[in-house]
């Protein structure tokens, strides 16, 4: 459905100009709309195959590369608990903490999916002749604040669920309730755990991409090949 409407979107575009679309340079047989399907391909492959390895158990808690710890600002309160022997409640929390961040990253999809289909088409073309991590690089600074604020209820809804926003009140409020707590502490859950679940995404993004540009064996689709293989051997 998605790509029928890409695709009807682009024939729209293109009504008025000639049969003969015009050509990247160097490289006489890939269009511009083939160069942009392939970049929105190369980027939905990216998203799909990060959301597949974040979005199960242990995908970001057995994963020392993207496992979330404390937010930094509470990380004083984790410190002071286990000198106390409350170790136990601070892993709780920050187990329930990744639990949420593995549910929530498999309601992104669609998300991110819109993202991309928003792409230009000189964007793309653009992207094509760029670096290995062009597409993600682009996407990063175009949609992070649009994505945000998306994904932003999918989390807080999934932290509530997991009980992980319970988890973490009471290690804060076990924190402010001693004596000699004088600044009292309550970082934003929600918005730390947002911000580590869309960075690993879009690390996953830039990994595949990378893929993509490197090895032949990526490229998943006909697209993919065809402006790919073009890309790989340069503008």
């Known amino acids: ?19 003969t679309l015009s050509k990247l340079p160097g490289a006489t047989s890939i269009t511009e709309q083939e160069a942009a399907q392939g970049i929105r391909e190369a980027l939905d ?10 979005n199960k158990q242990d995908g970001f808690f057995g994963n020392q590369a993207y496992k979330l710890l404390m937010p930094p600002d509470a990380q ?13 409640m601070v892993d709780r929390a920050i187990l329930q903490i990744n639990r949420a961040a593995e549910d929530a990253v ?16 000189m964007d793309a073309l653009n992207i094509v002749k760029g670096s290995r991590d062009a597409a993600t690089q ?8 649009k994505l945000i604020a998306a994904f932003s209820p999918v989390i807080k809804q999934s932290l ?18 001693f004596p000699t707590t004088l600044n009292k502490i309550n970082p934003d859950l929600p ?12 690390d996953q993004i830039a990994k595949e991409e990378a893929n993509i540009r490197s090895n032949a064996g990526a490229r998943s689709t006909e697209i993919l090949k065809k402006v790919f293989g073009y890309a790989s051997k340069g503008f």
């Open 1 to 19: 459905m998605i790509k029928s409407l890409f695709l009807a979107s682009l024939l729209t575009m293109f009504a008025t100009s000639c049969d």
């Open 191 to 202: 918005s730390y755990v947002v911000g580590r679940s869309v960075d690993a995404l879009f």
């Open 76 to 88: 004083k309160i984790e410190t002071t608990l286990r000198d106390l022997g409350m170790g136990g």
């Open 160 to 177: 509530d669920k997991f009980q992980a926003t319970k988890y973490y009140s009471d290690v804060v409020n076990t924190y402010n309730r």
């Open 45 to 54: 492959q990216g998203v799909g195959r990060g959301i597949n390895l974040l």
């Open 106 to 121: 498999g309601f992104a999809r669609p998300i991110f999916v819109d993202a991309i289909r928003d792409m230009s088409i």
């Open 138 to 145: 682009y996407f990063r600074q175009k949609t992070t604040e």
